[in-house]
């Protein structure tokens, strides 16, 4: 198994894409509202991503998905096809973006809550958004990948959540999804990879309120929901492994919780 390591040109052009990707999410937060579609919303940002930023949505035409972006609603855990759904009082809301600039990749994804939302859901996010955190704290050189499991699957469990295991985090750099395969769930199989500096991949917790069995919807191909119906929540960022920490490329102005690097 080959990981890809970056230098410092590649680096260089990473943060420049990373920062691309959540400028996107930053920009459409005061659209994201009650009685708004999501195609409405993609719209917006896809014109942003092409217009604006003069980059390219790396989701539209992946493997022949239709939009720009994810937008995925209360029991979709990811893959969401913006269309004619609207947003309504309540709901939480996954928005998940990539933009390639100069051939290189960034990707993200946050919850957005419309008005209020029940304690729960709220609860659900915040559990997201934490598991995220401490996984990014986590990680640096010489450690095993499978420190990103051990790391999140204790958080969702201690509030009666799960993790789903369908779906993982990923490689990226010049290329979409690459090796390593980046497991949010305890997991022996990550152990023996050894993080080194000048990796770059994506960790994005999928937590579940109930179970963490996932369903594809069978018409489109895409659209994943719980297998309850129960509400999910994620959060993604792009990361890139440094001497003593990782560095977020993909860092937004709201998030004071945390830093854009860290020295572990
Ligand atoms: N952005 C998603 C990820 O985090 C992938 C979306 S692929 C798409 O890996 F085709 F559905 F857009
Ligand atoms: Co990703
Ligand atoms: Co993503």
């Keep these: 198994m080959d990981i890809k390591i970056l ?11 990373g920062r691309l990707a959540a400028e996107v999410l930053e920009m459409i937060e005061p659209h994201v509202k009650a009685g708004v579609t999501t195609g409405e919303l993609d719209t917006i940002m896809q014109d942003f991503i092409e217009n604006q930023q003069h980059a390219i949505s790396a989701c539209l035409g992946y493997h022949g998905y239709p939009k720009a972006t994810c937008i995925s609603v209360n ?26 600039k100069d051939g290189y990749y960034g990707d993200t994804s946050k919850m957005f809550r419309v008005g209020e939302v029940s304690p729960r ?67 022996s199989a990550s152990r023996n990879i050894i993080l080194q500096k000048g990796m770059s991949f994506t960790i994005e917790p999928m937590i579940n309120a109930g179970t963490w069995k996932c369903k594809v919807n069978k018409k489109n191909g895409w659209t994943v929901t719980t297998a309850d119906k129960q509400p999910s929540a994620q959060y993604e960022h792009t990361l890139i492994i440094t001497d003593d920490g990782c560095e977020i490329t993909t860092h937004r102005s709201d998030e004071n919780e945390i830093s854009p690097v860290f020295h572990n």
Excluded: W
């Excluded at 096809?81 to 609207?86: A, D, F, L, N, R």
């Design 75 to 100: 029991e979709v855990v990811c893959h969401g096809i913006p269309g004619i759904q609207h947003l309504h009082n309540g709901d939480i809301v996954n928005i998940d973006v990539t933009v390639i």
């Design 121 to 187: 859901n709220h609860k659900l996010c915040k559990c997201a958004q934490e598991s995220l955190y401490a996984a990014l704290k986590a990680v640096k050189p010489g450690v095993p990948l499978s420190i990103i499991g051990d790391t999140i699957q204790p958080i969702a469990d201690k509030e009666g959540f799960s993790v789903v295991r369908d779906y993982c985090g990923h490689g990226i750099s010049t290329e979409f999804h690459t090796e390593p395969c980046v497991l949010h769930y305890k997991n």
């Design 7 to 17: 230098d410092e040109a590649d680096i260089a052009k990473m943060h420049i894409a």
